[in-house]
T-cell receptor
Framework: KAGVTQTPRYLIKTRGQQVTLSCSPI?????VSWYQQTPGQGLQFLFE???????NKGNFPGRFSGRQFSNSRSEMNVSTLELGDSALYLC????????????FGNGTRLTVT | AQSVTQLDSQVPVFEEAPVELRCNYS??????LFWYVQYPNQGLQLLLK??????LVKGINGFEAEFNKSQTSFHLRKPSVHISDTAEYFC?????????????FGAGTRLAVHP
């Protein structure tokens, strides 16, 4: 079974631009979560989607948004990029049961210049 | 809100020596605990999980962890490490929020295995 796939692996953007990251979950998984990983802040929860609905959200500004499609694929969008948005963005999926472990993709490394 | 404290940011150890990576979490009525490993340029891989039952949990790659409710700890151990165990290790606790569970991660412990 294929794992969680994130595209692209690397992105370089300039301040003020916007970016969209994509995540394809493991087949049959209906829940997709997004995390931001930085050396200073560690792993921080962004949001979780289940059956196309956002069911949990972290403490990030409104510039960070996401959505989930009917096939469970998810996208994350960051608008008006800031230097501090440079990070590894990790997507994770799980079947949907709340206590089931997350399965992570290899992430998208975003660099904002 | 739940929190997770990984007491050591870095742990150096020689190959074939035992290792313990420490993790403490804030108290809760019921908790679900996880350890993940991250190799360079990769995502996180689940090592083991505690949901209920036996407090000693065995995971992949020879790792195990013990859930201690009275000390609110979930330390990760391996009796004999290999060079290939060099990686960053994250402890995580499941937090019930808004009707759903989300994972809260510790800051990570970088394990460096030396020959």
């Amino acid at each position: 079974k294929a794992g969680v796939t994130q595209t692209p692996r690397y992105l370089i953007k300039t301040r003020g631009q916007q970016v969209t990251l994509s995540c394809s979950p493991i087949s049959g998984h209906r829940s997709v979560s997004w995390y931001q990983q930085t050396p200073g802040q560690g792993l921080q929860f962004l949001f979780e989607y289940f059956s196309e609905t956002q069911r949990n959200k972290g403490n990030f500004p409104g510039r960070f948004s996401g959505r989930q499609f009917s096939n469970s694929r998810s996208e994350m969008n960051v608008s008006t990029l800031e230097l501090g948005d440079s990070a590894l963005y990790l997507c994770a999926s799980r079947p949907g049961a709340d206590n089931s472990p997350l399965h992570f993709g290899n992430g998208t490394r975003l660099t904002v210049t | 809100a739940q929190s997770v404290t990984q007491l050591d940011s870095q742990v150096p150890v020689f190959e074939e020596a035992p290792v313990e990576l420490r993790c403490n979490y804030s108290s809760s009525v019921s908790v679900y605990l996880f350890w993940y490993v991250q190799y360079p340029n990769q995502g996180l891989q689940l090592l083991l999980k505690y949901l209920s039952g036996s407090t000693l949990v065995k995971g992949i790659n020879g790792f195990e962890a013990e859930f201690n409710k009275s000390q609110t700890s979930f330390h990760l151990r391996k009796p004999s490490v290999h060079i290939s165990d060099t990686a960053e290790y994250f402890c995580a606790v499941s937090e019930f929020s808004g009707g759903y569970n989300k994972l809260i991660f510790g800051a990570g412990t970088r394990l460096a295995v030396h020959p």
